[in-house]
């Protein structure tokens, strides 16, 4: 335990303990109802410390006692929720995520993290409506991100349609969003559909710095289009470029 943890651990036990803080409601005395807030964040703060340090155990035991605390916190529900998860109780982790959404629906961050734990577990379509219902939340300033998660998350169901629609979505949030641009890329190259899957790599060149993977993308697009002239400047501008790139050796592997 670090400096500030002993220090935030030893202001907690203070809070807690009998006779630590005064209870009297006289004049410059402490209420109950705030020792009680008091201690139930500090308790989701060190809970949450806990967990990006990777103590699970220890970051669900305090979360669990935050909640006791205040059973109304959403954030500590679904930070329990993620500790859960991590330790590999699912049941517990769905159930703490569930009532992190009864609390507090209009939260976008407890809305997205449901969506993305349903989608790892293979409920694809109810991802897509706890992703939809983040994006539309007006506090969420990336709906752009959050609906090409839900493009990507349709992907993996597959549902092309479905995740063609989130990604024009995030689209229509942000016109050079650089994910959306790429995936409707690749979903288009998928598909066959050579031109769109081109049009889709130009607006994102437009408008967005290429990897070597993109790069290399744009190769394949041209290879399949019979454009050699594109093909050749694609190629070239990777081996400038990322000369060390795994795909850069793919290009010259292939002459």
């Given at each position: 335990?670090?400096?500030?943890e002993r220090?935030?651990?030893?202001?907690l036990?203070?809070l807690?303990?009998t006779?630590?803080?005064?209870?009297t409601?006289?004049t410059g005395?402490?209420k109950?109802?705030?020792d009680?807030?008091?201690a139930?964040?500090?308790?989701?703060q060190?809970?949450?410390r806990y967990?990006?340090?990777?103590n699970?155990?220890l970051a669900?035991?305090?979360?669990l006692y935050?909640?006791e605390?205040n059973?109304?916190?959403?954030?500590?529900?679904?930070?329990l929720?993620?500790a859960?998860e991590a330790?590999g109780?699912?049941?517990?982790a769905?159930?703490?995520y569930?009532q992190?959404?009864?609390i507090?629906?209009?939260?976008?961050?407890v809305q997205?993290?449901y969506a993305?734990?349903?989608?790892?577990?293979g409920?694809?379509?109810g991802?897509?409506e706890?992703f939809?219902?983040a994006?539309?939340?007006?506090?969420?300033?990336?709906a752009?991100i959050?609906?090409?998660n839900?493009?990507?998350?349709?992907?993996q169901?597959?549902d092309?349609?479905?995740?063609?629609?989130?990604f024009?979505?995030?689209l229509?949030?942000r016109?050079?969003?650089?994910?959306?641009?790429i995936q409707?890329?690749?979903?288009?190259?998928a598909q066959g559909?050579?031109?769109?899957s081109r049009a889709?790599?130009?607006r994102?060149?437009g408008?967005?710095i290429p990897t070597?993977g993109v790069?290399?993308?744009?190769?394949q697009?041209e290879?399949k289009l019979?454009?050699?002239?594109?093909k050749?400047e694609?190629?070239?501008r990777?081996?400038?470029?990322?000369?060390?790139?795994?795909?850069a050796?793919?290009i010259?592997?292939s002459?």
């Amino acid at each position: 335990m670090n400096m500030s943890e002993r220090l935030l651990a030893g202001l907690l036990v203070c809070l807690l303990a009998t006779g630590c803080v005064s209870t009297t409601t006289t004049t410059g005395g402490v209420k109950p109802d705030a020792d009680k807030s008091d201690a139930a964040e500090l308790n989701y703060q060190l809970g949450a410390r806990y967990y990006r340090n990777g103590n699970f155990e220890l970051a669900r035991d305090r979360l669990l006692y935050s909640i006791e605390l205040n059973p109304k916190n959403a954030v500590a529900h679904y930070t329990l929720a993620l500790a859960y998860e991590a330790i590999g109780n699912l049941r517990l982790a769905t159930e703490s995520y569930k009532q992190a959404v009864r609390i507090s629906p209009k939260d976008y961050k407890v809305q997205n993290a449901y969506a993305v734990f349903l989608c790892n577990q293979g409920d694809f379509d109810g991802a897509g409506e706890h992703f939809a219902t983040a994006a539309k939340i007006t506090e969420n300033d990336n709906a752009e991100i959050t609906l090409t998660n839900a493009g990507v998350c349709m992907m993996q169901k597959p549902d092309q349609v479905r995740a063609e629609a989130f990604f024009r979505e995030a689209l229509e949030y942000r016109a050079n969003h650089g994910e959306a641009l790429i995936q409707l890329c690749l979903l288009k190259f998928a598909q066959g559909d050579y031109l769109a899957s081109r049009a889709f790599l130009q607006r994102y060149l437009g408008g967005n710095i290429p990897t070597a993977g993109v790069l290399y993308l744009g190769a394949q697009i041209e290879d399949k289009l019979g454009d050699e002239r594109a093909k050749t400047e694609y190629s070239n501008r990777l081996l400038r470029e990322f000369p060390a790139s795994p795909e850069a050796r793919r290009i010259l592997e292939s002459g």
